[in-house]
């Protein structure tokens, strides 16, 4: 179900912002993606399958960059600056 359209906002406004908040976590998912992958996966491919270090490693930075990125939203939206 959809959120209704706040109070002073057009739908082309409401639109706007929505496809800007898409392109925003499109990006972001890629960022993460690609910051992961050349941090944790071995250059030389070995196996098909990724290994249990480099499943790990993904996973810790994963669970890092979100934290991270929820600290940084918190911030924003309170107003302070990041530290």
Known sequence: MASPIP?????????????TEMEYRVELFNKLAQTCFN???????????LNMGENSCIDRCVSKYWQVNGMVGQLLSAGKPPV
């Open 39 to 49: 941090k944790c996966v071995d250059k030389r491919y070995k196996e098909a399958e």
């Open 7 to 19: 109070v002073g906002v057009t739908k082309e406004q409401a639109f706007s912002m929505a496809q």
